[in-house]
Structure formats: structure tokens, C-alpha cells
T-cell receptor, first 116, second 111 residues
Framework: ETGVTQTPRHLVMGMTNKKSLKCEQHLGHNAMYWYKQSAKKPLELMFV???????ENNSVPSRFSPECPNSSHLFLHLHTLQPEDSALYLC???????????????FGNGTRLTVT | ELKVEQNPLFLSMQEGKNYTIYCNYS?????LYWYRQDPGKSLESLFV?????AVKQEGRLMASLDTKARLSTLHITAAVHDLSATYFCAVIQTGANNLFFGTGTRLTVIP
């Protein structure tokens, strides 16, 4: 039990599909994140939300669309993805954003995405 | 952009041996994190190092930070099989809001 729950654990989708990844945190944290983990590359920050407002968007293609309806839930909507988007997508939360506090990130188990 | 380099990338060591993983970063930072990831699982926070000369220890792992050298070390003492995992360091640039991760060090402890 990590306190950060992601669903689904695995997802296979075609390039024309639309799907969503879901993340829920039960830690009372104010900040939530999406990271992409690809083989042989460092974790890449995609989006940061603080108190439901997006505070960081690291030049992520528009085929990835985040949504944060409240401080406990974070979604990543996917459409017209490319095979190179196949990766492990990790959600994380922290008490405050990394610039505001030294609290570490708490990660979910990730969604393994395969784009065919 | 801040660059974070870890070495080695792969480490295979026998139980009972000692070894050190290194994390170098390219710009000013006063905060560094170490995480552990087991296969198929999420990243787990190990240490937060907040100042120059900071040293933290948990069991067989000890982490240190030298902000002047822009270097952190993760020292493993008398390794056991349960320490097999991938270890990541992550650095936040002073004044920024983004955590930059190293590529990780995959540690395998052989009985």
C-alpha cells in the first residue's frame, strides 16, 4: 500500500484510441505529478499540479492532456498516441511542490502503457 | 537544464561486500533525494539530504552530500540480497520547482 493508487496497471492501446490513466492519493498532499519512465532514460517530469492548478508543463505533446478535478485525483487523458509513447507512467504526490518544501515524492506503482 | 549522472549504471556485487554509488549534478542545488525501485514496483523514498555535509544512514545504506563538489554518495555496507533494486538520485535546482532524476543504478547482490 503506497498511499498513491494508479489504474490501470497495464494498458495496450492503438494509435487511434482514446484512453485515460487515473491516479488517486490518500495522503492529504497538495501537489500531484505525472512522470514518464522509459528504458535507459531518466524519469521525465510531464506535469505538476498544486492545489488543483497546473504549475508546470514540461513541453509535453498535446496528445497528453492532464486533468486534476480535486487535490486527491489526477488523470492523464491520452489520444492519438505514437509507439514511442510506450513507457511506464508514474503518478506521484507530495505535501507541497518541490520548490516549496523538502518533502519527498510518494509514487504510485505506475501504468505500463503499450501503444501498438 | 540540470544534468544528473549516476555511476555505475549497473553493479553486481557479492553479499557481504561494500560499495559506493555516485551521483554528480551539474548546477547549484541544496537538496538531493535518493529513491529505490524494485522491479515492477513504485519508487520509494530513502533519504533527503538538505545541506552540505549532510549524512544519513538507514540500516546498511548511508548517503552523504557535498554541495561544493556537486556530489552525493550512497554507500552500501555488507550487502545482502534484499538490497537488490534500482537506486535513483534526484536533485532540485536552487530556486526551481522541478526534480531532475539520474538514470539509476541497477544493483544486483549475489549470494
Amino acid at each position: 500500500e503506497t498511499g498513491v493508487t494508479q489504474t490501470p496497471r497495464h494498458l495496450v492501446m492503438g494509435m487511434t484510441n482514446k484512453k485515460s490513466l487515473k491516479c488517486e492519493q490518500h495522503l492529504g498532499h497538495n501537489a500531484m505529478y505525472w512522470y514518464k519512465q522509459s528504458a535507459k532514460k531518466p524519469l521525465e517530469l510531464m506535469f505538476v499540479y498544486s492545489l488543483e492548478e497546473r504549475v508546470e508543463n514540461n513541453s509535453v505533446p498535446s496528445r497528453f492532456s492532464p486533468e486534476c478535478p480535486n487535490s486527491s485525483h489526477l488523470f492523464l487523458h491520452l489520444h492519438t498516441l505514437q509507439p514511442e509513447d510506450s513507457a511506464l507512467y508514474l503518478c506521484a504526490s507530495s505535501r507541497d511542490t518541490q520548490g516549496a518544501s523538502d518533502s519527498p515524492l510518494h509514487f504510485g506503482n505506475g501504468t505500463r502503457l503499450t501503444v501498438t | 537544464e540540470l544534468k544528473v549522472e549516476q555511476n555505475p549504471l549497473f553493479l553486481s556485487m557479492q553479499e557481504g561486500k561494500n560499495y559506493t554509488i555516485y551521483c554528480n549534478y551539474s548546477t547549484t542545488s541544496d537538496r538531493l533525494y535518493w529513491y529505490r525501485q524494485d522491479p515492477g514496483k513504485s519508487l520509494e523514498s530513502l533519504f533527503v539530504l538538505l545541506s552540505n555535509g549532510a549524512v544519513k544512514q538507514e540500516g546498511r545504506l548511508m548517503a552523504s552530500l557535498d554541495t561544493k563538489a556537486r556530489l552525493s554518495t550512497l554507500h552500501i555496507t555488507a550487502a545482502v540480497h534484499d538490497l537488490s533494486a534500482t537506486y535513483f538520485c534526484a536533485v532540485i535546482q536552487t530556486g526551481a520547482n522541478n526534480l531532475f532524476f539520474g538514470t539509476g543504478t541497477r544493483l544486483t547482490v549475489i549470494p
